[in-house]
């Protein structure tokens, strides 16, 4: 267990509409990122946040965006949802000044 | 040409056997390695950390890093049927930047057999 927290496990939901993935950091960590995990594009970057402020954006799409709350924890929202959207969807978690990142275990999204 | 270049296997040894895992990048940037386990539909499990070129140790694995070839690997000695997965191999950039992203292989499938 990484001490990462994510929920839902698993989310179904039709095209067009609109989830929200929930991550709670490791306890301490002020840092959390979001990747999605795809078959043909495998683990990508999505966006970092650090104690409240985004750091960094990678392959987001624009109807994605993240926000990080004060108690540290993070939600990544996806909208207009489309078929391509499925996937497994990780949040990690680092040290201040550390490399090293803890993943959750995943939301798995399944657009239908 | 990717980043981050990982033969996807599958790879399948006998029980006991060494496995050897490996990575190929194309950014001088990176800096910082590591090495993941991910079992079936769960969340990616660090196993070894580097910084830089070097070899680091952690019981039966073994992680090298060859700067010069851009080139890094991952051994497993003896190995066991548990250590069955998808081993990914991540790296990140050294600058002093707040931008620690990891940039990520597509992973080698491994079984191994008892």
């Known amino acids: 267990d990484s001490g990462v927290t994510q929920t839902p496990k698993h989310l179904i939901t039709a095209t067009g509409q609109r989830v929200t993935l929930r991550c709670s950091p490791r306890?301490?960590?002020?840092?959390v990122y979001w990747y999605q995990q795809s078959l043909d594009q495998g683990l990508q970057f999505l966006i970092q946040?650090?104690?409240?402020?985004?750091?960094a954006k990678g392959n987001i799409l624009e109807r994605f965006s993240a926000q990080q709350f004060p108690d540290l924890h993070s939600e990544l929202n996806l909208s207009s949802l489309e078929l391509g959207d499925s996937a497994l969807y990780f949040c990690a978690s680092s040290s201040q000044g550390l490399r090293e990142q803890y993943f959750g275990p995943g939301t798995r999204l399944t657009v239908t | 040409q990717k980043e981050v270049e990982q033969d996807p296997g599958p790879l399948s040894v006998p029980e006991g056997a060494i496995v050897s895992l490996n990575c190929t990048y194309s950014?001088?940037?990176?800096?910082?390695f590591m090495w993941y386990r991910q079992y079936s539909r769960k969340g990616p499990e660090l196993l070894m950390y580097t910084y830089s070129s070097g070899n680091k140790e952690d019981g039966r694995f073994t992680a090298q890093v060859d700067k010069s070839s851009k080139y890094i690997s991952l051994f497993i000695r003896d190995s066991q049927p548990s250590d069955s997965a998808t081993y990914l191999c991540a790296m990140s950039v050294g600058s002093g930047g707040s931008n620690y992203k990891l940039t990520f292989g597509k992973g080698t499938l491994l079984t191994v057999n008892p």
């Open positions: 946040y650090y104690n409240g402020e985004e750091r």
């Open positions: 950014n001088s940037a990176f800096q910082y």
């Open positions: 306890s301490g960590d002020l840092s």
